[in-house]
């Protein structure tokens, strides 16, 4: 009984929230998360731009604020922004008005680096509760989670541990993966340098498949 109603509670705050999960038919959507920073983001990309994929950036607004030129280098390419809340606190342990504030000025973060608005979001970790569900719908965001995690952002992960949850993307899926990392749990997590390699594998792996590789809907 504790699956079922923890299912039926994911169904609602989904429905709340009105979050989105997949990518249209015939189609994988690699999204990045936690940027912008220098060194990293602006290599993936040059990457992305060679392998000539569109993706989707849901920045940190700190981060944002702090080099919006790689902010408008995203949209430049033809990617997709969204915004990743202000400062990354996980939404279990953030009072509802903080969270509200976290999500509005993280939003406003991203847009003023963009000088357009941008209704793209994706919460800290992923993590979907019911206030947190209230708190989104009424800011209107467009909030977009992923279906394959190659945990990317782990320390020490390797090019062929993350092309090898990655690379499986079917038809529907939205990959996540990190031009950067919020509170790493060790230094060596902030080198991007195995998802950067990583890249060229995945997409070459998902487009032999007669997949496309899109950017996210607003």
Do not use: K
């Not at 996980?90 to 969270?99: G, K, M, N, S, Y």
């Not at 509005?104 to 847009?111: F, K, L, N, S």
């Amino acid at each position: 009984m504790a699956v079922r109603s923890s299912r039926l509670r994911w169904r609602a705050e989904d429905s709340v929230a009105q979050v989105h999960r997949r990518a249209p038919e015939g189609s994988v959507a690699l999204t990045f998360d936690d940027g912008p920073h220098p060194g990293s983001t602006d290599r993936i990309l040059e990457v992305l731009s060679e392998l000539d994929v569109r993706a989707t950036f849901f920045c940190v607004g700190r981060n944002a604020r702090a080099h919006p030129h790689l902010v408008r280098g995203i949209r430049a390419e033809g990617h997709a922004v969204g915004s990743h809340s202000l400062t990354h606190p996980h939404p279990r342990e953030t009072a509802p008005q903080d969270l509200r504030a976290e999500y509005q000025q993280g939003r406003g973060a991203v847009a003023e680096a963009l000088g357009a608005d941008t209704p793209l979001f994706r919460p800290p970790h992923g993590h979907l509760g019911p206030v947190g569900a209230v708190v989104i719908r009424r800011l209107g965001l467009t909030t977009w989670l992923w279906t394959v995690d190659p945990r990317d952002w782990r320390p020490g992960a390797t090019v062929d541990e993350i092309v090898s949850v990655a690379a499986r993307a079917v038809s529907g899926d939205v990959v996540l993966l990190h031009d950067w990392v919020e509170q790493a749990v060790a230094p060596e997590a902030l080198d991007r340098s195995a998802t950067v390699a990583a890249l060229p594998l995945i997409v070459r792996a998902i487009r032999e498949r007669g997949l496309r590789l899109e950017a996210l809907d607003a």
